[in-house]
């Protein structure tokens, strides 16, 4: 069956670090894929999107990349703050549903 | 444009009951999706409903329904309560023309369900 896996610890980072989150699938070869953050006690909140065909995205600080190959994507927030500390969920389509990821946790200490 | 809605925000039963919780999408957003938050399953696709009609289904039992309004205004309910269905329920909203394709999800707050 098909799995999104995220980094299941949480991580912890300096402030001003570069944060690199992961999201690996299998069995499934995703149209594209998209990044949200969910703070405690609301709904999540999109990030980014990226096609199969695009192998990096950015916005401000957030870059995404997409490795059809790997079946990966990475997410990295530079100069992390921490406003910054959330929980990270990636999401690919499957069979026209959205399918999340558990999410990892991001904690930037100052 | 304000954003989703969803009413009530917190929610408490008793096993046998059942419940009706309401979403109210970004206007012009035709899709409406639901979602099941639990800490150990994670976040899980109920269904999807698009011009009135349900367009996608997730792996949950018939206890768990809704229905879309002319307005695309959306209801859930869930029938004969278990306590396994404690859990924040979340409708998202996004711009559809119509195929099936998933542009960015806009989340409302979330219904907080405790069933006892």
Redesign the interface.
Known sequence: SQKIEQNSEALNIQEGKTATLTCNYTNYSP?YL?W?RQDP??????LL?IRENEKEKRKERLKVTFDTTLKQSLFHITASQPADSATY?CAL?R?????????TILRVKS | KAG?TQTPRYLIKTRGQQVTLSCSPISGHRSV?W?QQTPGQ????LF?YFSETQ??K?NFPGRFSGRQFSNSRSEMNVSTLELGDSALY?C?SSFSSGG???????????TRLTVL
Do not use: C, D, M
């Open positions: 149209a998209q949200y006690g609301r709904g999540p909140v999109f999107l969920l389509i069979g026209n549903k959205l399918v999340f990821g558990a999410g | 989703v999706s979602y994670g976040l899980q696709f999807e367009r996608n997730g979340l998202a099936t394709s998933y542009n960015e999800q806009f989340f409302g707050p979330g």
